[in-house]
């Protein structure tokens, strides 16, 4: 009775772990069908002149398409993003950041957010690939202002890429509160761009067949979400090979210092010198190695993060820290990380100070 009764299990897993194959099978084949269709219609809005004439569409699913002026809020919005995102983008290549400083002299925390591993792809920020996709849905939308004949062809793409930055300007909300958990006044601008761009290609009648217009909105904000969640995947990795010593602890510094760099934490020590940092800062970190275990017990270490283990951030404030890591010597911060050899330039003077606002 037992075995027959082990059997009558077995059968029903094996049944059930068959099904659950089945429909694993048939969701992969429904996804692939999905991002086809997707490259299909993308590229037959994109290539106008190789479609065949549809059928006459129905009045419920046809709309006559906008004037070209009426594309002008969609440039502007646009070309708006492209400014915002453009500003941060400089403002972060140049290590001023002042936007950041800015934004939190308000209230806000943009220099945690702005300068947190998500603000990077493989040391390019984000804001730049930001930037570069607003100019490009401005240009599409005021191509009709230039020329009437750039009107259907740019229609496919601004729908789509319109819906793309929406939609992953929606993704950053939900990272931004649901793993960062930092408030960024910046971070609101850019998606209430977006979306105000999202929303007002979807009402602007862009395309005569309603239905090809859904679909390409589809496969833009598909696509988003599919380049967010590979954003998320690469800098979780990278984040899971950083390891913090503790609950708002840095990670164990493991290189051992050079006479260059004991040498030069000693003048650091003598004249003052300060680190500022914050504990989940990978750029700190990597600071820290570059000095080394021995070094690094001279050098003044301040935690700027509030939730860090031993937090000073009322010091960093005061002191008009931005942005991690940042040195101060004399009395002048240098912002970014640093090598041995810049920070000998730093302690002879050779090096530009950050403008103090």
Known sequence: MLVMQSHIELCCFARALHCITEIAKQILV?????????????????RPSLRTPPPRASVSESTQPAPAAGRLPLALLAAAGAVETGAITADKLSGANALAGLCSAAGGGCADVLNSPWADVAGVPLALFGAIAYSAVALL???????????EPSAGPLIFGSAALASFSGC????????IQQPCALC??????????????WRTPLL???????VLA???????????????????????????AGPGQPPI????????????????????????GAWWCSHCANQKETLGIEAMKSVPYLECDENGKNSRRSECVAAGVKGYPTWQVDGKLFPGEKDLGEIEEMLAGKLA????D
């Open 30 to 46: 429904g996804m692939r069908l999905f991002f086809i269709a997707c490259a299909v219609v993308t590229a037959s809005a994109l």
């Open 141 to 151: 939308a005021a191509a009709p202002l230039v020329s009437a004949e750039l009107e």
């Open 172 to 179: 950053l909300m939900l990272l931004l509160a649901v793993v």
């Open 188 to 201: 609101f601008a850019s998606a209430g761009i977006s979306a105000a761009l999202g929303v007002a290609a």
């Open 208 to 214: 005569a067949d309603r239905t090809e217009s859904t």
């Open 218 to 244: 589809a496969c833009g904000a598909a696509v988003s979400v599919v380049a967010a969640a590979v954003l998320y995947g690469v800098v979780d990795t990278q984040e899971a090979a950083f390891e913090p």
């Open 253 to 276: 510094i493991r290189s051992h210092s050079s006479r260059k760099a004991l040498d030069l934490a000693s003048e650091l020590q003598a004249r003052g010198g300060r680190f500022y």
């Open 353 to 356: 100070a950050q403008v103090m």
